[in-house]
């Protein structure tokens, strides 16, 4: 595995300073869908939450230098953000890592899982992570990082 996938797959920092770093351009977060939804028993049980509680669903693209590096699909309940760290989640392309900074918020990130999978987006690194705020899940992100995308990089 390219050894760019290998720090991707182990960061609990920003994916999107990473990538920001490898094409020396800013990364563009391109929101493909977003609602609200309610949680179903699997969400509920990944962030400790009930069943029925509303809980914010996106799918973002993380774009830098024209490519597609990354895909991320996260759920936040909602109940569990202030209104303004909420409408800049669900109102702007912002990467979540840039909102969590914005507003100063102590965070971890406990990365849950990772594997090679065929998807969409072609060949995969795939991860799971949660953004763990006040001991509890304030975003649970799985991102998928297509190899095609780190083969292009060109090192000077």
């Not at 179903?40 to 400790?48: D, F, R, T, V, W």
């Not at 799985?142 to 995308?149: I, R």
Request: with cysteine; hydrophobic share 40%.
């Amino acid at each position: 595995m390219n050894p760019i996938l290998r720090i991707l797959e182990r960061t609990d920092g920003s994916v999107t300073s990473i990538i920001e770093a490898l094409t020396g351009e800013r990364a563009e977060i391109k929101t493909i869908e977003q609602k609200v939804i309610g949680a179903g028993p699997e969400i509920a049980q990944m962030l400790n939450i009930s069943e029925g509680d509303e809980v914010n669903f996106r799918v973002v693209d993380i774009l830098s230098a024209g490519i597609r590096f990354a895909r991320a699909v996260s759920y936040t309940p909602l109940k569990r953000l202030d209104e303004s760290f909420k409408r800049d989640l669900m109102s702007a392309d912002i990467p979540v890592g840039k909102i969590i900074s914005k507003y100063k918020l102590e965070v971890r990130r406990e990365i849950n899982w990772s594997c090679i999978k065929e998807n969409d987006l072609g060949k995969c690194l795939v991860r799971n992570y949660s953004i763990i705020h006040r001991r509890e899940v304030l975003i649970n992100i799985t991102e998928s990082f297509p190899f095609s995308a780190f083969d292009s990089l060109r090192w000077e």
